[in-house]
């Protein structure tokens, strides 16, 4: 489980390296997009639908600050997954990739360029992976993942009012790992290896490089020490 | 009939042994209380312990919802034991005491003295249950405050501030069945004997067999399971899950009442028929 969300991670961090020079231009041009980015807050609301967690709609808001800060609050009870939410743009770079355009495909009457994913170390936990890119606005739309024991997930991004920061307004996570196999030695309570799942997260009231005290990130346990 | 009510409720509040169950309560549950108050975090951490490294968790855990369904989860076996105290002693005490003869000559039937006797039971029932409420969800709402209810069982289920309060309310009424089953197994025992003694230790030996019985890790307790009344006791907990069948739960809330329903039958029967000459 712990995988998958570190894959997730990985997933928005691997718009780097890239040795197609195609696929480089349009990953160079994602990038400058995301290093606009000082710092924000947005307020969202995540559905999450998997077979072992079931809870209501939550609300949270968020906030990130360069190099690596992050904040979620929440006055109820909030569980959102890691590496998700708290995905860092700026943690890009790890060099292990290897990136090439392959093609274009249609979707939703939108031409989006396909770029395929190579790992090139063993200790990235992938197969293969598949950018999906609106090369026009330069906004990654999808991001298809495959894993071992025929893992699968899928990313959908919808954009709305900042593309220029290419921070979505929605972000859909289809997850199936219901063909994986339970490992004892991994087993957790109430967390199963092979499940499915989806989840939704949609952002709102975005506020961008308006300035975050670094008290915002502080945590009021640590605070009342 | 109120009347006869209004009897039998007065013997069993007026014994000190009928208090012994709410007082057992009010500790144990302070306990829990006082202890999750100053060492609360060790609790929220071994909740999170699994969810921690995968899930950001914001939010408060440790709230009167939690507590409360945590109490009831460590405390659910208590209340037979404070059932039976009063249970088996509301007719084996009429003999201990030498009164059978005076109630049954009064001019009231065997049949309403019974029945009087099982109301009676049934308001002590609540009582105990009321205080439950009281000490484990109410006291603990005011301590530590409102909030989202997260259970570990058959995965996690997290539930919202208006989500809870009528799992709580089916679960008190399914545990009041389960309760009424006890209470109606001791009252057999004891329309059968003439010391409390006796009912208290059969009601407490019959359900620690059962439950022991269905735990044996043998093929042949899979088939008895569903007959042993012991087995739905615990049924309280699925209304909190999301997918909860009623009608699963309907049927576990039946099968207590209509066991209730057989042994208080039978004790009427043994009752009724009861030599008070010799």
Request: hydrophobic residues 50%.
């Amino acid at each position: 489980m712990k995988k998958i969300f570190v894959t997730i991670l990985i997933l928005f961090t691997i718009t780097n390296f890239a040795q197609d020079k195609n696929a480089e231009k349009i990953i160079s041009a994602i990038k400058s997009k995301i290093d606009k980015v000082d710092n924000y807050s947005a307020n969202v609301e995540i559905s999450v639908k998997f077979d072992f967690l079931k809870m209501p709609k939550s609300k949270a808001e968020i906030f990130f600050k360069k190099p690596d800060k992050f904040k979620l609050h929440s006055e109820k009870l909030t569980i959102l997954p890691k590496g998700v939410i708290d995905f860092n743009p700026q943690k890009i770079i790890d060099k292990d990739f290897t990136s090439e355009l392959i093609g274009d495909t249609l979707i939703d009457n939108k031409n989006l360029s396909v770029i395929k994913i190579i790992p090139n170390a063993d200790s990235i936990k992938f197969n293969a992976a598949k950018l999906l890119v609106d090369k026009n606005e330069f906004l990654i739309k999808q991001i298809i993942l495959s894993l071992d024991g025929n893992a699968k997930i899928i990313t959908y991004f919808n954009y709305n009012d900042q593309k220029e920061f290419a921070l979505p307004s929605q972000i859909k996570i289809n997850l199936d790992f219901s063909q994986v196999e339970e490992s004892e030695n991994k087993r957790r309570r109430n967390i199963p290896e092979n499940f499915k799942g989806d989840i939704t997260i949609n952002y709102n009231n975005y506020k961008v490089n308006k300035g975050i005290d670094d008290s915002v990130f502080v945590d009021e346990k640590e605070a009342e020490k | 009939m109120i009347k006869l009510v209004h009897i039998e409720l007065i013997k069993i509040f007026k014994k000190w042994r009928s208090y012994i169950g709410h007082f057992g309560i009010l500790f144990m549950v302070s306990m829990v209380q006082i202890n999750l108050y100053i060492y609360g975090e060790n609790e929220v951490r071994h909740i999170t312990r699994n969810l921690s490294d995968l899930f950001i968790i914001s939010g408060n855990i440790l709230n009167g919802n939690l507590i409360g369904h945590l109490i009831l989860n460590a405390f659910f076996i208590l209340f037979p034991l404070t059932i039976v105290l009063v249970a088996g002693e509301i007719l084996a005490g009429e003999g201990t005491g030498g009164t059978y003869r005076l109630i049954i000559t009064r001019p009231v039937s065997r049949l309403q003295i019974i029945v009087s006797k099982f109301f009676a039971g049934c308001i002590y029932i609540l009582s105990i249950i009321v205080w439950m409420i009281f000490v484990s969800l109410v006291v603990s709402h005011i301590v530590f405050g409102n909030g989202e209810l997260i259970v570990l069982s058959d995965g996690i289920n997290i539930f919202a501030q208006d989500d809870i309060l009528w799992r709580f309310a089916l679960s008190y009424l399914h545990v009041f069945f389960s309760m009424l089953l006890v209470f109606t197994l001791s009252f057999l025992f004891s329309s059968l004997v003439e010391n409390a003694i006796g009912p208290i230790i059969a009601t407490m030996a019959i359900l620690i067999f059962f439950v022991i019985l269905s735990q044996i890790p043998v093929d042949f307790t899979k088939y008895i399971k569903p007959y042993l009344f012991t087995n739905y006791f615990m049924d309280w907990q699925k209304f909190f899950n999301y997918d909860f069948d009623w009608f699963v739960q309907i049927k576990s809330l039946g099968y207590l009442a209509l066991h209730s329903v057989i042994f208080l039958i039978l004790t009427s029967i043994i009752f009724i028929r009861k030599d008070i000459l010799s």
